[in-house]
């Protein structure tokens, strides 16, 4: 079983940037990982991908302005978030494993107007 910890949350003004990190227990060099967020009231939807061989997927909402990244030597994917908007509060979610998942605890992102 992976534990994942995630962290860099916080309150930002639009247009600011955060950078986002979920470390792991274990090593995650081989896993499909990825971020997903919650807004309130709202279904948990997929924000970022990327795969062992280092093939990335956006959403199209942070297209352009989010970037996800991961240091196998740390155990650790980044999400760093760019030009962010209100609309981009949520709680953030980092994720290892296609069929069997781990998630993290998740962490606050508020953006305020």
């Known amino acids: 079983q992976v534990q994942l910890v995630e962290s860099g949350g916080g309150w930002v003004q639009s247009g600011g940037s955060l950078r986002l990190s979920c470390a792991a227990s274990?090593?995650?060099?081989?896993?499909?990982s990825g971020w997903s967020r919650q807004a309130s009231g709202l279904q948990r939807e997929l924000v970022a991908t990327?795969?062992?061989?280092?093939?990335?997927t956006y959403a199209d909402s942070v297209k352009g302005r989010f970037t996800i990244s991961r240091d196998n030597a740390k155990n650790t994917v980044y999400l760093q978030m760019n030009g962010l908007k209100p609309e981009d509060t949520a709680v953030y979610y980092c994720?290892?494993?296609?069929?069997?998942?781990?998630w993290g605890q998740g962490t606050q992102v508020t953006v305020s107007s």
């Open positions: 994720f290892v494993g296609r069929i069997i998942r781990y």
């Open positions: 990327i795969t062992s061989t280092g093939n990335i």
């Open positions: 274990a090593s995650i060099a081989s896993f499909y």
